[in-house]
């Protein structure tokens, strides 16, 4: 992830608007642009094709993960989702 690309998921951890920016202007992650459908204070989903991004913000850090067109999204949510929660748990 280039740094220009952190500073895109940080800005948009910053928004406080109810219908965050990057909500209309995607988000680019490894080169390649996401259209974002979730956007709230903890966590980014981003959708391209079949594949997407899940980007979760923990206590110390901030998880970017990308699953293939043969992962169920809803499954990578929930891995990625419980991830964050363990460590924001024992804090980080």
Do not use: C, F, M, W
């Amino acid at each position: 992830v280039a740094p220009a690309e952190i500073k895109e998921v940080v800005t948009a951890y910053k928004d406080s608007k109810d219908v965050k920016s990057v909500q209309s202007t995607g988000l680019h992650i490894a080169g390649q642009k996401y259209v974002v459908i979730k956007a709230d204070d903890r966590s980014l989903y981003g959708k391209k094709g079949k594949e997407g991004i899940i980007i979760v913000k923990t206590t110390q850090a901030i998880l970017v993960t990308h699953y293939p067109e043969t992962i169920q999204p809803g499954s990578a949510t929930n891995t990625v989702e419980q991830l964050g929660d363990y460590l924001v748990s024992v804090g980080y």
